[in-house]
C-alpha cells in the first residue's frame, strides 16, 4: 500500500475529532472497522501500513476541514480547531519550554510601538464582548439593529458616569466625553462593547493570557495553549491617522481657495503657494475642546468604518480620545480596536478589508497579525517572572470596582 502524504498530521486531527465524539456520527461499519484494525508499535505508534483505505480517505477529508477557516454563523461562536486552521488567519509560532519563552520575553519586553493581546485559550478568536453577548445570547431575535444597540450603550453610558469619567481625566471639555471614550469606559467595567482590548505591553498581554488559565483536559493539541497575539502599531489603520489626514486635507483645501481669492495673477498664486506650502492651516495644538474629536468619533460615523484603533499614547499630536478615564486602562497601556460588524472576527474582518484593496493579490497570503501560541504547562514559570515585574491583580486592577453590566441590559429591547 502507497505510503500515506502527513501521516502524522492526518491521524493526529483524525484521532482528535474521533475522541471528541466524532466516533458516535460514523455510521459507516467499514470506516469502523478500518478504526478498529489500525496496529501501533510499541510507542504506540500507528503503524501506516495498517491504515486502511476508508480510513485514508476519511483522514484526508478531516484535513480538509482544517484547512478552511471556522464557519461564521448567528447561532454559535466559532472557534478553531487546530493551530493548521488557525495558521490560515496568522502568523504563529508555537512555545513549549522555559528556554524559548525566555527567548521571546527579553525580544518583546521593552517593545514600544507593537500591539499586543492575551487570550488564555489559543482556540478562541478575536471577537470583542458584545459580539459575544449578540451571538451566544441569540441578540438578534429580539435586538434588529446593533448600530442602535451600541448608540443606546453610549447614551447611557454618558448618563450614568459622566462625572466619573471627567473626575479621573481631572478635566472637562466639549471632545471629554466622546462616544470613543464612554465606550472605552464600560469596557473596562464589564460592560459589552464594539471595543477589542490590545496593549502595548508584551508583559500585560502575558498577564491576561494566563489569567484564570484552565489546563487542557481534552485531547486537542491547540488546547494545550494560551495565545499571545501582536502587530506592529504602523501596519493597522487608526482613527488617530485619519483624523491627522483629514485636517490636512482639508486644510490645504482651504489654504489652496484663499490664496486663489487673494492672488493677483496665477504667478503670484504659485509663489504663494510655494510659501505657504508647510504652514498648516490647522493647529491641532489649538484644537482640544474645539468639538472636533467628539464629532469625528460620533457612533454613526464610526459604522462608516468596519475597522479602528484608538490610541492616547502620543499626546503631543494634539488630537485626544480622552481614553485614559479609567484607572484600568492607564495601566494596562490600553488601547482599542474597532469592530463595526456583529458576527465577523477581526482577522476576519482584515481579510475581507484585504480582499477588497488588494483584490489582484492572492488572499491565501494574508495574516492578519502574529501569534505566540504559549504552552500552559509554562503558566507558573511565566507567573514567576511577571511577579518579579510587578505585574500582578494589584497592579493591573486599581481602579475600583465598577459594574455597568446594567447599562448592558438597559440597552437591550424589552
Known amino acids: 500500500m502507497s505510503k500515506i502524504k502527513n501521516f502524522d498530521l492526518k491521524f493526529q486531527l483524525t484521532n482528535e475529532f474521533l475522541r471528541n465524539g466524532g466516533i458516535e456520527k460514523i455510521s459507516s461499519l467499514n470506516l469502523l472497522n478500518d478504526i478498529i484494525?489500525?496496529?501501533y508499535d510499541e510507542n504506540l505508534k500507528p503503524i501506516e501500513e495498517s491504515v486502511g483505505s476508508i480510513l485514508r480517505s476519511f483522514m484526508t477529508v478531516i484535513l480538509s476541514e482544517h484547512m478552511e477557516d471556522p464557519i461564521i454563523s448567528d447561532n454559535f461562536l466559532p472557534e478553531?480547531?487546530?493551530?493548521?486552521?488557525?495558521?490560515?488567519?496568522?502568523?504563529?509560532?508555537?512555545i513549549d519550554?522555559?528556554?524559548?519563552?525566555?527567548?521571546?520575553?527579553?525580544?518583546?519586553?521593552?517593545?514600544?510601538?507593537?500591539?499586543?493581546r492575551g487570550q488564555r485559550e489559543a482556540k478562541w478568536r478575536l471577537y470583542n464582548t458584545l459580539q459575544r453577548e449578540w451571538i451566544?445570547?441569540?441578540?438578534?431575535?429580539?435586538?434588529n439593529n446593533y448600530k442602535e444597540l451600541v448608540k443606546k450603550l453610549v447614551i447611557s453610558g454618558k448618563d450614568k458616569y459622566a462625572d466619573e469619567i471627567k473626575t479621573i481625566l481631572k478635566s472637562y471639555d466639549i471632545d471629554t466625553l466622546n462616544d470613543i471614550s464612554v465606550l472605552g469606559y464600560l469596557q473596562h467595567h464589564s460592560c459589552p462593547t464594539p471595543l477589542l482590548d490590545w496593549t502595548y505591553s508584551f508583559k500585560v498581554a502575558l498577564f491576561f493570557g494566563i489569567d484564570n488559565l484552565e489546563q487542557n483536559k481534552d485531547v486537542k493539541e491547540i488546547q494545550n495553549y494560551f495565545s499571545v497575539y501582536y502587530l506592529e502599531e504602523e501596519n493597522i489603520d487608526g482613527c488617530k491617522e485619519l483624523i491627522s489626514e483629514s485636517l490636512h486635507s482639508v486644510g490645504e483645501k482651504l489654504k489652496t481657495k484663499m490664496l486663489k481669492k487673494i492672488s493677483k495673477n496665477k504667478k503670484q498664486f504659485n509663489e504663494m503657494k510655494e510659501h505657504f506650502k508647510d504652514i498648516p492651516i490647522f493647529d491641532k495644538n489649538k484644537l482640544k475642546g474645539s468639538g472636533m474629536?467628539?464629532?469625528?468619533?460620533?457612533?454613526?460615523?464610526?459604522?462608516?468604518?468596519?475597522?479602528l484603533y484608538f490610541s492616547d499614547k502620543n499626546k503631543d499630536l494634539g488630537v485626544l480620545f480622552s481614553l485614559e478615564n479609567n484607572n484600568?486602562?492607564?495601566n494596562q497601556k490600553g488601547v482599542f480596536m474597532w469592530n463595526s460588524t456583529p458576527l465577523i472576527p477581526l482577522e476576519t474582518l482584515g481579510k475581507n478589508i484585504y480582499k477588497e484593496l488588494e483584490s489582484d493579490k492572492n488572499e491565501g497570503e494574508y495574516r492578519f497579525c502574529r501569534v505566540i501560541n504559549i504552552n500552559k504547562k509554562l503558566e507558573k514559570y511565566i507567573?514567576?517572572?511577571?511577579?518579579k515585574e510587578s505585574i500582578t491583580k494589584e497592579t493591573i486592577y486599581t481602579e475600583k470596582e465598577t459594574n455597568a453590566w446594567r447599562i448592558y441590559e438597559k440597552s437591550l429591547k424589552k
Open 136 to 143: 451566544d445570547c441569540r441578540i438578534n431575535n429580539t435586538e
Open 97 to 116: 519550554t522555559e528556554r524559548e519563552f525566555d527567548e521571546i520575553y527579553k525580544k518583546f519586553n521593552s517593545a514600544n510601538d507593537i500591539l499586543f
Open 383 to 387: 507567573r514567576n517572572c511577571l511577579n
Open 37 to 39: 484494525n489500525v496496529k
Open 80 to 94: 478553531f480547531q487546530s493551530l493548521l486552521q488557525k495558521s490560515y488567519s496568522f502568523d504563529q509560532i508555537s
Open 328 to 330: 484600568n486602562i492607564k
Open 293 to 307: 474629536v467628539k464629532n469625528m468619533v460620533e457612533v454613526e460615523k464610526l459604522f462608516t468604518f468596519d475597522l
